[in-house]
């Protein structure tokens, strides 16, 4: 597998440094950050099966294999929350399950009882698969990990650094790299402060759309680290945001 510049994000103004689309050893291609994706696959059932496996919004009513979903997760996938520092009960509270069918860690985004998206990770081993894959309406549904003390929200790259960020402040996973001009048009009246952080390698795209989104907010500015957020404590996180919002106590 190699990497590449991604066209479509290209076009947004994105991937500058070249690296957002995976080009595979068959010839399919797959963008992580924005969906795009070609595939060169001659087998039917393979090129089904790519649509089916690969494909990040839909329009339609998504399909998704509850049946095959179970609450006892594999020893490979508990070790991987584990390192993150995820809770059994944060397990439990946001419904977090196992795909045994196609060995997927699902971390699921409802609409009140409606399951509307999957953000999951591959446990399989299978290398040519995608070690991540989002299905489901991504763009027309936000998931938000509340908390009601603070008036900061947070808006991360990934399902797990939302979870860790929403101990301390509401956050939002974007479940990629672009932030939605209807996602921050929705917060407004909603917090003092908006901050965006993304991981290190998206930085000038964090700055730049934070800018964008200074338009409706008024404190609307990134969070730049190291790491990602999840790979941080939550009294490290907490510093962070504190840091961000000079100072402003949070519970």
Request: hydrophobic share 30%.
């Amino acid at each position: 597998m190699k990497k590449t510049q991604c066209p479509r994000c290209a076009k947004l103004g994105n991937d500058r440094s070249g690296d957002n689309l995976a080009v595979y050893d068959d010839g399919h291609s797959y963008c992580f950050a924005c969906g795009y994706r070609t595939t060169t696959v001659t087998s039917k059932n393979m090129a089904r099966k790519l649509a089916k496996d690969m494909t990040l919004t839909s329009d339609t009513e998504p399909d998704f294999s509850v049946e095959n979903y179970t609450y006892k997760l594999p020893p490979a996938a508990l070790r991987w929350l584990d390192k993150y520092g995820v809770t059994e009960q944060e397990r439990i509270v946001n419904r977090i399950v196992y795909d045994l069918d196609k060995d997927l860690l699902v971390l699921p985004i409802y609409d009140g009882e409606r399951l509307v998206v999957v953000n999951c990770r591959y446990f399989g081993n299978n290398p040519e698969y995608p070690k991540y894959i989002t299905k489901g309406w991504k763009s027309g549904h936000f998931k938000l990990f509340p908390h009601p003390s603070s008036r900061v929200y947070v808006l991360t790259e990934d399902y797990i650094s939302a979870l860790k960020v929403g101990r301390i402040a509401n956050a939002i996973p974007l479940l990629g790299a672009h932030v939605n001009n209807a996602l921050t048009l929705s917060l407004c009246g909603k917090c003092d402060f908006l901050r965006i952080w993304l991981d290190r390698d998206k930085a000038r795209e964090s700055i730049r759309f934070s800018r964008q989104a200074g338009q409706w907010h008024k404190n609307c500015a990134t969070i730049i680290t190291e790491e990602d957020p999840k790979d941080y404590t939550t009294e490290e996180i907490r510093e962070f945001i504190l840091q961000s919002t000079q100072g402003i106590p949070q519970s």
